[in-house]
């Protein structure tokens, strides 16, 4: 069946049986089922998964190998007992360490992002308190960034206009800006630009006092407005230093990047950096159930491994089905060889980046492997998005699903209003089996869906 007219994409009213759903405002199309790289509502329409989620069903839907160890795992045990050994977290453990980089052996696993990054922050705190180095306790994060939705975590995403409604319950931690070609001087380099962006962190370090900071932490790609820019190398190996010299972790956070998303296993690995401690969630098993981990290396695990208690955890930690969902999904990257397929269906989704980068309201066309980030803007000059009364990003919305595409964005429900002044990003992360076919087909719709979106806004 067609899709109806974009008229029909309303927000979703909180009545009847949704009257009971706190705070959930999302378009009014109801999931009747999924498979594949496409999504089915109850009225018949279907749509491709354009963003995987917010990028995070990357092995697409209905995956047979996860639903096998989902369901062969659920006929055994689904809970496991605190004091009882858990063979599924062995084997993801195992599964994790057979890609990280090396030197990271070790893993804590958890129910999702935000606590993988609660996790990693308590761990370098409570290492350098086991090195006898007390007085370091803070984590140094980007402007602009995003960490996770816990208190601690929102403390270091650097979104004023997420932290004011929590105010003054959040720590304030030092920032520092993250690399933007957009802010790069005229006539300087990428390198050189890299190079004194990150020197900023240096400055930072010795502002609040080098026994005070515990670790770094920021994503191996940009966030906010800079949300896909990738940095030359230099940038991360010249923050590499900067910690080193300081005796200051560095926590990558790979909660979107891990696991195949950018062409290879995971973000770090373009930079030859290693970090001490990686994040990781969403792509670690397709999202199929709450899993998230925390990888360290084996300087950090070291004090642990000699006896030092590491006070932490949650109920779900460690989930036996969870982690078998897990043990399936690496598998299954690993034997279908979905990171070299990743990075050849980048190579053909970016070759339409000319295509769309022809639109007047598509500022910039950025990401690698299969994560796209266009940036919409009403004015190109300066890169301004519309102001919020226009509805402009609901509209986007509204007839992106009318064209046959979910698509992932600051949304987060049609009622809520775009925190950026500067171009709003537009994800397009589709699952890494998608067909050069459906690829090719995900983009035309998407073109039809801006130039549409063009003439409801006056964009032109």
């Known amino acids: 069946m067609d899709n109806a007219p974009s008229s029909e994409y309303l927000p979703l009213k909180s009545d009847g049986d949704w ?31 354009a963003s995987g989620g917010p990028f995070a069903v990357n092995l ?9 160890a989902i369901k062969s795992q659920l006929e055994r045990f689904a809970y496991a007992h605190p004091t009882l050994a858990n063979r599924p977290r062995a084997d993801l453990c195992k599964s994790i360490a057979s890609v990280t980089p090396e030197g990271l052996n070790t893993s804590y696993l958890v129910s999702g992002g935000s606590e993988a990054v609660e996790t990693a922050i308590k761990i370098a705190r409570q290492y350098h308190v086991a090195c006898g180095r007390t007085g370091k306790y803070k984590i140094a994060s980007c402007y602009e960034s995003y960490h996770g939705m816990t208190l601690a975590t929102m ?60 670790a770094v932490i920021a994503t191996p790609h940009g966030s906010g407005p800079e949300y896909g820019v990738v940095p030359p190398a ?41 970090p001490d401690i990686m994040t990781f969630a969403k792509g670690i098993n397709s999202s199929y159930l709450p899993l998230g981990a925390v990888t360290v290396s084996d300087k950090i695990d070291a004090p642990f491994k000699d006896g030092a208690y590491f006070v932490h955890g949650f109920t779900s930690g460690g989930n036996p089905v969870a982690a078998a969902s897990g043990v399936a999904a690496i598998e299954a990257i690993k034997s279908d060889g979905l990171v070299e397929q990743v990075a050849e269906r980048g190579r053909q989704l970016f070759s339409h980046s000319e295509r769309l980068n022809r639109h007047p309201s598509v500022a910039d066309v950025r990401g690698w ?44 429900g049609a009622r809520r209003r775009p925190v950026l002044s500067r ?21 035309d719709r998407l073109d039809r869906t801006l130039h549409q979106w063009e003439q409801a806004m006056g964009v032109g």
């Not at 319950?169 to 380099?189: A, C, L």
């Open 60 to 68: 697409g839907h209905g995956h047979p190998k996860i639903n096998a």
């Open 234 to 274: 230099r940038y991360w190996q010249e923050i590499r230093r900067i910690c080193d010299e300081n005796d200051v972790l560095l926590i990558a956070d790979e909660v979107v990047t891990g696991f195949g998303r950018t062409g290879k296993w995971f973000g770090m690995q373009h930079f030859d950096v290693v």
């Open 155 to 214: 403390s270091l995403s650097g979104n004023p206009g997420t932290l004011r409604h929590y105010e003054p319950m959040v720590s304030h931690w030092p920032r520092f800006h993250q690399y933007s070609d957009y802010k790069r001087p005229e006539g300087v380099s990428r390198d050189d630009w890299a190079v004194l962006t990150a020197r900023e962190l240096e400055r930072i370090i010795s502002y609040e006092g080098p026994e005070t900071v515990a």
């Open 423 to 443: 171009g709003l990003p537009m994800w397009i992360a589709p699952a890494y089996i998608i067909t050069p076919g459906q690829l090719d087909e995900m983009v």
């Open 369 to 412: 492997g299969l994560f796209m980030v266009l940036e919409l803007v009403q004015g190109s000059s300066d890169r301004s998005y519309f102001p919020s009364d226009a509805g402009a990003e609901q509209r986007f919305q509204q007839i992106a699903l009318s064209n046959g595409l979910a698509l992932y964005s600051t949304l987060y």
């Open 19 to 49: 009257s009971h759903a706190f705070s959930y405002h999302p378009f009014d199309v109801e999931i009747e089922r999924a498979e594949g790289v496409f999504i089915h509502d109850t009225k018949g329409n279907r749509y491709f998964d």
